[in-house]
């Protein structure tokens, strides 16, 4: 199985501020088709997953345009320009490359 | 709009098993993989095993392979996840959700206890 590890578990930010969070996976997430089928999902309290993110870059249709991806391979990254307090929650990225598919461990966005 | 609404919440026995259903709308249900994850308490999500809605293909998880069956219904647009041999690790929420997880149910609470 793909494991995918975030950087860091936790992220206190102030609001106005940037974040910026890793993902690595243990093996390239690039499929046969050419393409990298890595995804950025948000959790708020109390809320299902939302997809900010797919395909390592694309935002998600009524995602704002301060969350952005970036990354090729192994490594990838979650950034947010700046933070506004409807942000906090846990983010996790997601592979879609193989089966089984596998999430990071999350990371806690949390105002300062 | 895309909507998948999930069944209610279940308390089981170990031993036991329990049947998700997820009803869609708001798209061509035969178009896309459903998907099944679970988060149990303090957990990260962790992906079942998904199922192609089309012509009813699945795949699992290794972890849930022998206790989980996933099928579909394509005339009533709705999803189903069994999950069997239930324990108290099997104490999470569970979602339902479109292939390229772009789309959710809005969760089913399974708590196990005796």
């Known amino acids: 199985d793909i494991v995918m590890t975030q950087t860091p578990l936790s992220s206190p930010v102030t609001l106005g501020q940037p974040a910026s969070i890793s993902c690595t996976s243990s093996?390239?997430?690039?499929?046969?088709?050419?393409?990298?089928?890595l995804s950025w999902l948000q959790r708020r309290p109390g809320q299902p997953p939302r997809l900010l993110i797919y395909?390592?870059?694309k935002r998600f249709s009524g995602v704002p345009d301060r969350f952005s991806g970036s990354g090729a391979g192994t490594h990838f990254t979650l950034k947010i320009s700046r933070v506004e307090a409807e942000d906090v929650g846990i983010y996790y990225c997601?592979?879609?490359?193989?089966?089984?598919?596998?999430f990071g461990q999350g990371t806690k966005l949390e105002i300062k | 709009q895309v909507q998948l609404v999930q069944s209610g919440a279940e308390v089981k026995k170990p031993g036991a098993s329990v049947k998700i259903t997820c009803k869609a709308s708001?798209?061509?249900?035969?178009?896309?993989?459903m998907h099944w994850v679970r988060q149990a308490p303090g957990q990260r999500l962790e992906w079942m095993g998904w199922?192609?809605?089309?012509?009813?293909?699945?795949r699992y998880s290794q972890k849930f392979q022998g206790r989980v069956t996933i099928t579909r219904d394509t005339s009533a647009s709705t999803g189903y996840m069994e999950l069997s041999s239930l324990r108290s690790e099997d104490t999470a929420m569970y979602y339902c959700?479109?292939?390229?997880?772009?789309?959710w149910g809005q969760g089913t609470l399974v708590t196990v206890s005796s």
């Open positions: 395909k390592i870059s």
């Open positions: 997601v592979q879609g490359t193989q089966f089984p598919r596998t």
């Open positions: 199922i192609n809605a089309g012509d009813g293909d699945t």
């Open positions: 093996q390239s997430l690039v499929h046969s088709d050419e393409n990298t089928y």
């Open positions: 959700g479109l292939g390229g997880f772009d789309y």
């Open positions: 708001g798209y061509t249900f035969t178009n896309y993989a």
